[in-house]
């Protein structure tokens, strides 16, 4: 049985591409210690908690990352990787700052140009895809997804709902 994953992980949501007005992306550089891909450029953002929605993701590491409250224009991309036996959906949200001022978790950022990346080697990126898809960002080659069509049920708080609890009692009762 293959395991679902969601990061939204580029901007954000990574998730996770924060585009600066002047043409630019904000690219983050993981820590030496970093168990995945030690030093390597990629987009701000991260995993959700177990009870928290995409979007709560983004508002989350967007402040902690780089120290600003965005508001995400919408998803510009979904990226599937299938790997080890489970799928990791990878959620790549546009936002914009008015300001190049990063102050979060991480110690090392930089705004980059189309130019900037088509001189980066696909081994300096944290996700193998990064490279295309900023490329292809600065190309205008990519659509928007609203935040409009997530639905988020929070079952977690639902314990109290009268109608959930008789919901989940019929499937239950099935088994």
């Known amino acids: ?18 585009h600066f007005p002047q043409n630019k992306i904000l690219l983050v550089q993981e820590p030496e210690t970093n168990n995945w891909m030690p030093l390597h450029w990629g987009l701000p953002g991260g ?9 709560e993701t983004f508002t989350r590491k967007s402040k902690g990352d780089i120290g600003q409250e965005l508001i995400p224009k919408g998803v510009i991309k979904i990226e599937e990787l299938l790997m080890n036996g489970r799928t ?5 949200v546009l936002a914009e ?12 950022y930089k705004w980059v140009s189309n130019e900037d990346v088509e001189k980066m080697t696909t081994n300096e ?11 292809d960002f600065f190309n205008d080659d990519y659509g928007l997804i609203p935040f409009s069509v997530f639905n988020t049920l929070g079952y977690y708080s ?3 709902d009268k109608d959930y609890q008789s919901w989940l009692r019929s499937g239950k009762a099935k088994q």
């Open 158 to 160: 639902m314990e109290n």
């Open 125 to 135: 990126f944290t996700e193998f895809y990064n490279k295309r898809l900023l490329l």
């Open 47 to 55: 995993k959700p908690t177990e009870t928290e929605s995409i979007l």
């Open 97 to 108: 700052t008015n300001s190049d001022k990063v102050s979060g978790e991480g110690t090392n």
């Open 88 to 92: 990791v959906l990878m959620f790549i």
């Open 1 to 18: 049985m293959r395991q679902i994953v969601l990061k939204a992980k580029g901007f954000l949501l990574t998730g996770r591409s924060i």
